[in-house]
């Protein structure tokens, strides 16, 4: 994906969630997204701005099949919130996508990184998953890596604190 299709797709999820939508399909051509979003009360407002959101659909190149769901995350365990974290001075890393969270390169290799690990600005410190792609995540600060907030193999959201840190 292009990253004006990534910052789309952002934008999508982020006015799904505003308007506490509960499922999303989309199909255009090859490309397929299922969005699904565990939310206390679901509700239709907003819809006419979807529509006139998804109305303009610009040519989209061949791209495989791809469905994404959040269903396993209802399973998992929460994250601290970032409030918490923030009150005590620690910087958050973020995920900057949506995707699967991995702390090693391959399985059965080390982690990029673990608490306690001295980090640079610009240095991989993970890695997220999104529609067959392996995005690394790099350390926006440097600093010394206090703990990673979310389990190897976890669906993580876009904003979603991925580590907290002291910064330098």
């Not at 005590?88 to 982690?111: D, N, Q, R």
């Amino acid at each position: 994906m292009k990253p004006e299709d990534i910052a789309e797709l952002k934008q999508l999820i982020d006015f799904l969630k505003e308007n506490q939508v509960a499922e999303f399909d989309l199909d255009r051509g090859d490309l397929k997204i299922r969005l699904k979003f565990v939310q206390q009360q679901s509700s239709t407002a907003g819809l006419g701005e979807l529509g006139r959101l998804l109305s303009n659909p610009r040519p989209q190149p061949a791209h495989p099949a791809v469905a994404a769901s959040t269903k396993a995350a209802s399973t998992a365990p929460a994250a601290p919130g970032p409030v918490s974290i923030e009150k005590t001075g620690l910087h958050l890393v973020k995920s900057p996508i949506v995707g699967t969270f991995y702390s090693t390169p391959a399985p059965g290799e080390a982690a990029f990184v673990s608490p306690g690990d001295q980090v640079e600005k610009g240095q991989v410190i993970c890695m997220v998953e999104a529609m067959k792609l392996m995005n690394e995540i790099e350390a926006d600060a440097s600093g010394e890596i206090v703990e990673r907030l979310v389990e190897n193999g976890q669906p993580v959201e876009f904003g979603q604190p991925l580590f907290s840190m002291k910064t330098a």
